[in-house]
């Protein structure tokens, strides 16, 4: 075992960089803190009020900016980073931060139970990120199994934790994730969130652009799936009420569909999006943790198990509460262009939905 970790479920602390200390200094049992202190002198803080998050992907691109957010967010007590690399750096570095949350590293297949042992909340961004060229699916052969891998220990350790999966495919990955929750008998279709809160980030984005107004004012609601044609912005229910013109309808749906590939573009071989997803991950966790909390109305756009249209997993406006998905809304009146979209996407959605439920059954 990797002993340049902080991970309390060993007792064993290190709150340094691990050069500092040599792991073979170490013994089971013992807690050595930043100077080399036994942990019993350090006085007990009171569990703070809050929800326990881990962060499975912690060092990556997304990772490190999501971990950095939730480190910042006040309803998060204990944030749990876990990786198979470079998470004694990272927490390292983000425990320095001076607020609230108590964040604890995690290295390595060895630790992953420990990471995830009493969690509210599991949000997963591990995996691999497209290069140019690529399609999400082009990622599945890889993410598949990080992705089953991560849901098993989860089903063991946290089977009542809210899960937010951001790893790609998503239109393939959540539906993974819901058949191993299954084979262990946990799947609660209310707690398995894919996170597609990136395409309604970036659909307010862009429609702000169009209509000249502070994207904050904005809201589109965003359904489908997250993957080109199955990402589908009802721009008839842009809230405020507006109408665009066909050219900017054209051009709007493009650009939200393709924003994912506009990022991997422009980073030209280094990495998919990362900071707006981190923004938009840590947004859609928020909203998770306040709906956990028991605060009223809280409505996000995710990929869920569904019965707004004939497929089992569909993305669309859901309201958050303390079991986490609580209603999901119907899709709302679409017009022609709309209608035109929704069965491409269905089309699209239903074979990447099977791709997913298979790797599992088969
Ligand atoms: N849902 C969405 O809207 C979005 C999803 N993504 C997806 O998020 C995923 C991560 O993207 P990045 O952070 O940019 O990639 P990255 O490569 O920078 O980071 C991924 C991290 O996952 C870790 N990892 C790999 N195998 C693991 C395992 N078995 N257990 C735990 N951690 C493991 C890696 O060590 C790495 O630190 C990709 O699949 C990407 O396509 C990216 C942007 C938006
Ligand atoms: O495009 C990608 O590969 C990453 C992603 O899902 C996004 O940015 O929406």
Known sequence: MDS???????????????????????????????????REICRAKGAAPGSKVAILGAAGGIGQPLALLMK??????????YDVVNTPGVTADISHMDTGAVVRG????????????GMDLVIIPAGV??????TRDDLFNINAGIVKTLCEAIAKCCPNAI????????NST????????????????KRLLGVTMLDVVRANTFVAEVLGLDPRDVDVPVVGGHAGVTILPLLSQVKPACSFTDKEIDYLTDRIQNGGTEVV??????????LSMAYAAVKFADACLRGLRGDAGIVECAFVASQVTELPFFASKVRLGRGGVEEIYPLGPLNEYERVGLDKAKKELATSIQKGVSFIRK
């Open 265 to 274: 573009e422009a980073k030209a071989g280094a990495g998919s999006a990362t």
């Open 129 to 134: 990120p497209r290069k140019p060229g690529m």
């Open 106 to 117: 995690f290295l390595g297949q060895a630790q992953l139970e420990d990471a995830l042992t």
């Open 4 to 38: 340049s970790v902080i991970s309390d479920a060993n007792r064993r602390i290190i709150r340094i960089s691990s050069h500092l200390l040599p792991p073979s200094n170490l013994q089971m049992g013992e807690e050595i803190d930043r100077c080399g202190l036994r």
């Open 174 to 189: 959540v539906p993974i994730a819901a058949e191993v929750f299954k084979k262990a008998g946990t799947f609660d279709p």
């Open 72 to 81: 910042m967010n006040p309803l998060v007590s204990v944030l749990h980073l």
């Open 163 to 170: 899960v937010n999966l951001i790893s790609n495919p998503v």
